[in-house]
């Protein structure tokens, strides 16, 4: 369980006002929740056909700050598995410097068309910590046992 006081302060900003009236304000689900889930915040119904995909507004912009940190938009699994439904960009990367409304790419990859209302949870959101690299140039690396290999080399 973590302990309120060892979670991050991070600012977020309420762009719908049905957030956190008809629909919940961001939390954790359950006391392990990786993940908050995100709501679709479009005026009406939507329909994402067979193939098709749409930016949907979440309603709410956070302000990460801290260079050490990002915010991944991820699919949730039951719609995913069940519906098709996941991310057009297939991961989202939320930048801790970005303050643009939270938007996210549904795409459709089934057969069937799927109905999106206002309020769904339609993917949810998880924070991550970030190593920023600093390149040093080399001419070569120390060998190791892999060396070049990859992409299967190790066999299946
Ligand atoms: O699913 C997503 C992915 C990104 N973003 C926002 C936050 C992110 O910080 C910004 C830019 O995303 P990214 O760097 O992945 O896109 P880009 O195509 O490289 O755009 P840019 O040139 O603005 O960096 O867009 C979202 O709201 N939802
Ligand atoms: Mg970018």
């Known amino acids: 369980m973590i302990n309120d006081l060892d979670?991050?302060?991070i600012k977020l900003k309420i762009l719908?006002?049905?957030?956190?009236n008809e629909f919940p304000l961001p939390d954790y689900a359950t006391?392990?929740?990786?993940?908050?889930?995100?709501?679709?915040?479009?005026?009406?119904?939507?329909?994402v056909e067979p193939g098709e995909t749409q930016l949907?507004?979440?309603?709410?912009?956070?302000?990460?700050?801290?260079?050490?940190?990002?915010a991944t938009i991820l699919p949730r699994s039951g719609l995913g598995h069940k519906h098709g439904i996941v991310l057009g960009n297939l991961v989202g990367l939320i930048d801790s410097d970005y303050q643009g409304p939270l938007m996210v790419s549904c795409?459709?990859?089934?057969?069937?068309?799927?109905t999106i209302t206002p309020g769904d949870r339609i993917a949810q959101l998880v924070?991550?910590?970030v190593v920023q690299a600093e390149f040093e140039i080399v001419n070569?690396?120390?060998?190791?046992?892999?060396?070049?290999?990859?992409?299967?080399?190790?066999?299946?």
């Open 7 to 9: 979670k991050k302060p």
């Open 16 to 20: 719908d006002h049905r957030i956190g």
């Open 31 to 47: 006391l392990g929740s990786a993940g908050i889930d995100l709501c679709a915040c479009m005026g009406t119904e939507l329909v």
């Open 56 to 70: 949907i507004p979440t309603g709410i912009s956070v302000f990460i700050e801290d260079p050490k940190l990002c």
């Open 107 to 114: 795409w459709n990859r089934s057969q069937k068309s799927y």
């Open 127 to 129: 924070f991550l910590p």
């Open 140 to 156: 070569s690396f120390e060998s190791t046992r892999r060396g070049l290999g990859g992409f299967g080399h190790t066999g299946n």
